[in-house]
T-cell receptor
Framework: RKEVEQDPGPFNVPEGATVAFNCTYSNSASQSFFWYRQDCRKEPKLLMSVYSSGNEDGRFTAQLNRASQYISLLIRDSKLSDSATYLCVVIGSGGSYIPTFGRGTSLIVHP | GAGVSQTPSNKVTEKGKYVELRCDPISGHTALYWYRQSLGQGPEFLIYFQGTGAADDSGLPNDRFFAVRPEGSVSTLKIQRTERGDSAVYLC???????????FGPGTRLTVT
């Protein structure tokens, strides 16, 4: 089993749709979780941190489920500009802060 | 403020040659990471520095790869005897603390012919 797994998609949705991605992780001791957005041939850009209590930033909501070891990203009212690859990253614990990225989920928002 | 910068943006080299890739992190960020990304994959961890020391280099694929950060700021990733399989985008990221939010540079696209 890979340490961090994501469905590569693509998720093909119309403008205005709500779409959700999950990311599962295998290390139960992981401490930090983030979502990044990556456009084609560009570097990853931080989208949001994922806190135990969940967090929301405009149309984006991120949640952490420690019991089931996954994080989620919900995008409401999708825009054409949301089309990108969404990467989750999990950072370890126990003094070794190695970040592990998922392979990313591709989102295509169409008119 | 200035973000993470990387040079060169593109590097084409012949198999067997030596290359150096440079990363200039955000000022004040103590943690610096190197990753390698191939098409359709997420960034693959190579090494990270906390200050001047390599805190974890377990992601370096073999001893042809080496990285330094002598003054706790700029870092250089060095690849000896390059192979075609080394072709990828090499990304650098920095953060205020090891488990915190990372900010990426634009990457260096390395092509080994």
């Amino acid at each position: 089993r890979k340490e961090v797994e994501q469905d590569p998609g693509p998720f093909n949705v119309p403008e205005g749709a709500t779409v959700a991605f999950n990311c599962t992780y295998s290390n139960s001791a992981s401490q930090s979780f983030f979502w990044y957005r990556q456009d084609c041939r560009k570097e990853p850009k931080l989208l949001m941190s994922v806190y135990s209590s969940g967090n929301e930033d405009g149309r984006f909501t991120a949640q952490l489920n420690r019991a089931s070891q996954y994080i989620s990203l919900l995008i409401r009212d999708s825009k054409l500009s949301d089309s990108a690859t969404y990467l989750c990253v999990v950072i370890g614990s126990g003094g070794s802060y190695i970040p592990t990225f998922g392979r990313g989920t591709s989102l295509i928002v169409h008119p | 403020g200035a973000g993470v910068s990387q040079t060169p943006s593109n590097k084409v080299t012949e198999k067997g040659k030596y290359v150096e890739l440079r990363c200039d992190p955000i000022s004040g960020h103590t943690a610096l990471y190197w990753y390698r990304q191939s098409l359709g994959q997420g960034p693959e961890f190579l090494i990270y520095f906390q200050g001047t020391g390599a805190a974890d280099d377990s992601g370096l694929p073999n001893d042809r790869f080496f990285a330094v950060r002598p003054e706790g700021s700029v870092s250089t990733l060095k690849i000896q005897r390059t192979e075609r399989g080394d072709s990828a985008v090499y990304l650098c990221a920095s953060s205020l603390m090891a488990e915190g939010e990372q900010y990426f540079g634009p990457g260096t696209r390395l092509t080994v012919t």
